[in-house]
């Protein structure tokens, strides 16, 4: 079985369904460095698919992920910019 | 077993089945920090083979991959280049 | 299974419990180079919960965290600054 | 049980399989950035041994692997260097 | 289960007990390149606890722990330090 | 159950059953970048331990091994350092 749980009564996998549902602008921090921010499509045990401001849908790996949070300025960006 | 799953109703797996048959041309970040651009040919629950633009087949394993996306400007590229 | 433990008898869980009520001040070092201190919100198999200086609250994947620590100047720091 | 799998139907050991039967020369990118090229010896399920172009055996970690490839120049490169 | 296995009549995890009842000064290399040294407070299936010069107590992930080693010149660091 | 597999009938690990034998001076290039060079002195389901040419003794964990080699200079070395 892969590296990471998927029970969906974890606050990990709940957190990730519940910023679907908030349609959540949500940062991931990814083990290459790379920073990829967008709303979260689906997630299932082996990945979670981010679709980012260019309409570009990603497919990160859950293993690849060091940190994930909630982009507290991303409703002022989308207004302003 | 390995560090991914492999469940073919996974949406993560379907979506690499489905970029099999459309020939979609495939971006792929590495742990490493290498980009390798191509159609993807086959997968299993180590490995994803991808054929590149000169046509070299080259079998990266997921547990070495950060994220994948659809090169949405591939179409053009084949196209005017 | 995931690739660490989740029994809440091992000592490394049950010291992030007690971090959590204590309200303890932690840093985390992460795989990617980066520090996240901040007091633990909850944890589960997968991830750490953080809540920063910044109120922000990062969800950090535990496979991604090098080591942890109690910030020992942490009340010092809420003191004077 | 390991990161990987070890079924000798699955396309990914299949393929190393052919590599060592037809004696191709493999490149290996491996996740320290290093460059492995040569024969393919032998495989298990945690490593696969190669025989670089100095005849020194070295035996990667399946788990450090980041992508192979068959040289299509390997030929060429032994007939006129 | 983890990335590690903790049964302890392996010889792994007997050094660790080992270091631990010795008060050993012991250096650990960390995958972020991170050096740690100290004394092994104690160490369960995820984490193995180290107390450090300055008596400040880090969980360093063994998935994180690239090797470890005592320190040889430890006791005579404490003595003309 | 750890990432690696410890099944003394596996080339991997027979092999360095036999380095330990053999008293074979070994090439562990770690994920770190880092090169322990020395005797295979104990190996188990997580770790190698390694006796350099200080005779200092390194266990080196399995995950963080990229690759090994048999130092094939390793006699002349000690013959004519």
């Not at 369904?17 to 299932?44: P, R």
Request: charged share 25%.
């Amino acid at each position: 079985m892969p590296a990471t749980e998927f029970d969906t009564t974890l606050p990990s996998i709940r957190q990730l369904q519940n910023w679907i549902k908030q349609k959540a602008t949500v940062e991931f921090k990814l083990m290459t460095g790379d920073v990829i921010v967008g709303k979260v499509f689906w997630q299932d045990i082996n990945c979670v698919s981010i679709v980012d401001a260019n309409n570009e849908q990603i497919s990160v790996w859950k293993m690849a992920i060091a940190y994930m949070k909630v982009r507290s300025d991303a409703v002022v960006e989308r207004d302003f910019k």
